[in-house]
């Protein structure tokens, strides 16, 4: 019998973030073990929004560093450069023509970056749900290991397989969302969630002990002299959250007890978890360093985009078949 098929994308606007690393990458890492996988460098959904031309082959290379520096293994999962496989974009098309306009107006994920970049509300944008629908769906990929924010995405890929098999006979499989416990990592601000597009939000896969310090220095909290519950939202929640997400609950009680008793130090507290989180990351930094200085990226990419594309063109040909077309 056949392993059943993952697929899962990030784009590729720069290094990844702990928002990117719990939510998605921990999903991955779970599943190339047991199914056959195919993880993306999204390039096509990286042009959407601003971006410096100059940088992106860069960027690219940044993502699949990133991911095999986190643990992906080239031997057991594929590793795709979006653009390098165009049964992409031809897919896409050829969903988009049964999916309604208005549905995409309506995401909450448009609406949000056309309110982000006003001078910047191009097509690719609209279209950019049917683009990660024809993702997922030209690997007729049943699991995607992906955060809460892209959930609204997956829907509309189901809602496109539905209607396609309705109109064409049964051709994709409903896909579902792999989620993790860190489905939602909140932002270093204390609003909103761990986003690349916001400065002081995140802390990256790459950062050094002095620049997570830092960025957990400007979290903010309060007199510590509050007591009761520790709050859900807000930046003391953050602490608190990573602390989880960093599997201490040992410390999570301490913090949590001394929250209760108000006489929480925050100083301390930011000093012990930056420890925790530069401890944790360090390995991936050291890999991260060896795969640049040995392994052959350029050579890998080669073998598995011919793969890919092997995978892809089959399933394009049957949805052009189905719909008429050959
Ligand atoms: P992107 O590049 O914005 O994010 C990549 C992955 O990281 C997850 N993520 C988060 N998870 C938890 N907390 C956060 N703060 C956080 N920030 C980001 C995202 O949910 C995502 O899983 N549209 C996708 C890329 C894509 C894709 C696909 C994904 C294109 N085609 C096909 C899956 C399948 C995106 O913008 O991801």
Do not use: W
């Not at 073990?33 to 082959?57: E, G, M």
């Not at 496109?160 to 064409?168: E, V, Y």
């Not at 932002?187 to 002095?210: N, Q, R, V």
């Amino acid at each position: 019998m056949e392993k059943k098929r993952v697929y899962s994308g990030i784009r590729a606007t720069g290094r990844f973030h702990l928002g990117n690393y719990f939510g998605a990458v921990k999903g991955m890492l779970e599943l190339q073990d047991k199914y056959d996988c195919v993880f993306s460098v999204v390039d096509l959904h990286a042009i959407t929004t601003p971006y410096d031309p100059k940088a992106l082959r860069e960027n690219v290379r940044d993502v699949i560093l990133d991911y095999l520096a986190a643990g992906l293994d080239p031997e057991k999962c594929l590793i795709e450069i979006q653009s390098l496989v165009p049964e992409h974009t031809e897919l896409a098309y050829l969903l988009s023509t049964i999916y309604p306009v208005a549905r995409l107006e309506d995401l909450p994920t448009y609406k949000d970056k056309k309110a982000q970049y006003p001078k910047y509300v191009n097509m690719g944008l609209l279209y950019y749900p049917v683009l990660m629908a024809a993702d997922i769906l030209l690997y007729k990929a049943e699991f995607v290991p992906i955060g809460k924010d892209q959930e609204p995405h997956l829907e509309v890929t189901r809602e496109i397989a539905r209607k396609f098999n309705n109109m064409f006979g049964d051709t994709f499989a409903e896909p579902q969302s792999f989620k993790t416990d860190g489905e939602y990592v909140p932002s270093l601000t204390g609003e909103g969630k761990m986003s690349k597009t916001e400065a002081g939000s995140y802390i990256l896969l790459t950062d050094s002990l002095d620049e997570i310090k830092r960025k957990l220095a400007s979290v903010p909290t309060d007199s510590g002299e509050i007591g009761g519950e520790v709050p859900k939202s807000g930046g003391v929640a953050v602490l608190f959250e990573l602390l989880k997400l960093f599997e201490r609950e040992d410390l999570y009680k301490k913090y949590e007890k001394d929250y209760m008793d108000k006489k929480i130090r925050y100083s301390e507290m930011k000093e012990e978890l930056a420890n925790i989180i530069y401890e944790a990351l360090s390995p991936i930094q050291k890999k991260r360093e060896e795969i640049k200085r040995s392994f052959d990226l350029d050579n890998m990419v080669v073998e598995h985009t011919k793969i890919c594309r092997e995978i892809a063109a089959t399933t394009l040909l049957d949805a052009k078949q189905k719909m008429g077309l050959v």
